[in-house]
């Protein structure tokens, strides 16, 4: 008893921050409450209605969409690819590159800002929503190819050499026998990515500065001001932008919660 008392007080406490987040985009009045109380006296939804009507919000959602699917698959697939050669290859030069995947990610990407700007610069993407989905895959893959490799790595060797027995390529093992096994993996490695890329602020925000290329946590930004803040739009466009992610998890759940051994033994 005194555990479940314990564990629903520590949840509550995680989810305070979220449901004052709720509270605030649906009262009146762009204050933020001193209280921590989550009673509602007069709802509305007119932050909402002007965050929807705002311009080029629909563009912005779209650039949004548009870079975190671009990422997702770009980064899966290569992800995909390097991580298994990884696991079940041996060729100069492996232990090293695994060795600079992980001293990368040592570092945060905000280090890179100024050379990846100069980068952009000279290939001419800046303001291009390409451009920044060259980023963002590139910053992604390492984790995903580590998270990868070691799923790879599990997956037993005998199926892989049953498949090659009955004539199978070294192509058609890989696509039909090691991706189906890994949908667990590469569930929480396409979640990663698009949440990556669809919450990301600080890179989008320096290499973009036209309106209607912006890609919504640059807009949140925008309610953010150096006198005085938004906050019910803020919070509205927040739960507005945190929905898409929400729903791409629920989809994938029981991907992410299905084991290895049940695709292993299916015939």
Known sequence: MAGHLFLSAATFLTLLPVLLVVRKAFTPGHAFAADLGLHVRDLTLVHFRQVLSAPHVGRQALNSLAVAAATTVIGVFLACTAAYAFARFRFPGR???????????????????????VILDHLHLL???SGLVLVYATTAIPFCVWMLKGYFETIPRDLEDAARIDGASRLGVFVRIVLPLSRPALAVTALFSFMTAWNEFILAETFLSREDAYTLPVVLAQY????????????AGALLTALPVMVLFYALQKHLVAGLTAGGVKG
Do not use: D, K
């Open 95 to 117: 232990r090293a590159g695994l060795t600079a995947f992980l001293v990368v990610q040592m570092f945060p990407a905000t280090l890179l800002t100024i050379p990846i700007y």
């Open 127 to 129: 303001n291009r929503l």
């Open 224 to 235: 953010v001001g150096q006198r005085t803040t938004e906050w019910g739009h803020f919070a």
